[in-house]
Nanobody, 130 residues
Framework: QVQLVESGGGSVHSGGSLRLSCAAP?????????LSWFRQAPGQEREGLGT???????TYTDSVKGRFTISQDNAKNTLYLQMDSLKPEDTAMYYC???????????????????????WGQGTQVTVSS
């Protein structure tokens, strides 16, 4: 299986911005899918941040709504997570994940339940200092 590859993590001060990228070949050539971002801080469970479906509709969890934006560049087979107004509590390993849907499941809403996703990247670290 083709793996997803995240990049763009780093260290920033509180209030700063970062844009994460996720190389996701095979998810911009039509078909039905969900592409999502998750994060996991040390000692904590993996947290879903938001999801983008094949129609380009994005939804977000309350913890990042208004600060984070998910987008996709089909020509580059890349998913992005633009993170603004970063806070120290945003410090975590960030992961992208993909779930390909069948025609029959195309209208089922995408979720940020991690068990839904079969393909993951290796993660990229984001550290926000106060």
């Amino acid at each position: 299986q083709v793996q997803l590859v995240e990049s763009g993590g780093g260290s920033v001060h509180s209030g700063g911005s970062l844009r994460l990228s996720c190389a996701a070949p095979g998810y911009s050539d039509g078909g039905y899918y969900c592409l999502s971002w998750f994060r996991q801080a040390p000692g904590q469970e993996r947290e879903g941040l938001g999801t983008l479906n094949h129609d380009g509709r994005a939804t977000y969890t309350d913890s990042v709504k208004g600060r984070f934006t998910i987008s996709q560049d089909n020509a580059k087979n890349t998913l992005y997570l633009q993170m603004d107004s970063l806070k120290p509590e945003d410090t975590a390993m960030y992961y992208c994940a993909a779930d390909r849907r069948s025609y029959w499941a195309r209208d089922i809403p995408c979720t940020v339940v991690s068990s839904q996703y079969t393909r993951w990247g290796q993660g990229t670290q984001v550290t926000v200092s106060s």
